[in-house]
């Protein structure tokens, strides 16, 4: 959905329980892509968890939107071993960070996610190499530092992920082991990663008075 996604998410959830047979009480959790990604998406979906878990008593899972997007990148191929993933963070900048594939198959945090310039966006230094994945690359794929198309299992087929998107499916899937091990936050504690410590500018006047 482009827009309407605030008169939407609740009806779908309501939809969603009523046609699983369960009700909001009976989870154990509830998982949500915690950022960094857009100032109202990523508002939103922190937003409705607090409500959600305060009401029912539940404990949240934060799950990062970049890991996620890597997750689905390591779904799509599984020759895939290392990400980079990069998302377009506005203000000619991205927001990114670099995965492995762990021995469990889930994707693993390499160092910390960033916001920066798309010419300061770097591979760790033990990394001969990766893939990009994100739609920073069909923005910036020009000057960051590795491709976005990757081999599938069919060496003659290849896939671009300059256009993938955090899903719901990989976010419960990452939070499945935190849920397991009961490594969970409050409904107060769930709250969005920005990255950006300004999400806004305000325009200066171009004469001010002495």
């Known amino acids: 959905?482009?827009?309407?996604?605030?008169?939407?998410?609740?009806?779908?959830?309501?939809?969603?329980?009523?046609?699983?047979?369960?009700?909001?009480?009976?989870?154990?959790?509830?998982?949500?892509?915690?950022?960094?990604?857009?100032?109202?998406?990523?508002?939103?979906?922190?937003?409705?968890?607090?409500?959600?878990?305060?009401?029912?008593?539940?404990?949240?899972?934060?799950?990062?939107?970049?890991?996620?997007?890597?997750q689905r990148a390591f779904w799509m191929s599984t020759a895939l071993t290392r990400v980079l993933v990069c998302n377009d963070a506005r203000m000619s900048e991205?927001?990114?960070?670099?995965?492995?594939?762990?021995?469990?198959?889930?994707?693993?945090l390499e160092g910390g996610e960033h916001v920066s310039r798309p010419t300061d966006v770097a591979l760790p230094k033990a990394w001969p190499t990766a893939i990009g994945v994100g739609r920073g690359f069909a923005a910036y794929g020009d000057v960051l530092p590795v491709p976005s198309v990757c081999p599938t299992e069919s060496p003659s087929d290849t896939t671009s992920f300059a256009q993938l998107l955090p899903r719901a499916t990989?976010?419960?899937?990452?939070?499945?082991p935190d849920?397991?091990?009961?490594?969970?936050?409050?409904?107060?504690?769930?709250?969005?990663?920005?990255?950006?410590?300004?999400?806004?500018?305000?325009?200066?006047?171009?004469?001010?008075?002495?």
């Open 1 to 70: 959905m482009e827009r309407g996604h605030t008169e939407r998410i609740l009806p779908m959830i309501d939809e969603l329980l009523s046609e699983a047979g369960i009700t909001l009480h009976s989870l154990d959790a509830i998982a949500f892509g915690r950022g960094p990604g857009s100032f109202t998406g990523v508002r939103l979906a922190a937003t409705v968890t607090q409500g959600l878990a305060f009401g029912a008593d539940l404990g949240v899972a934060p799950i990062s939107d970049l890991r996620a997007v890597a």
């Open 94 to 108: 991205v927001y990114w960070a670099c995965f492995e594939r762990g021995p469990d198959g889930l994707a693993r």
């Open 170 to 176: 990989e976010i419960v899937l990452l939070a499945v």
């Open 179 to 210: 849920v397991i091990a009961g490594h969970l936050i409050s409904a107060e504690e769930a709250i969005p990663t920005y990255l950006r410590d300004n999400v806004a500018h305000v325009a200066q006047p171009r004469n001010p008075p002495a």
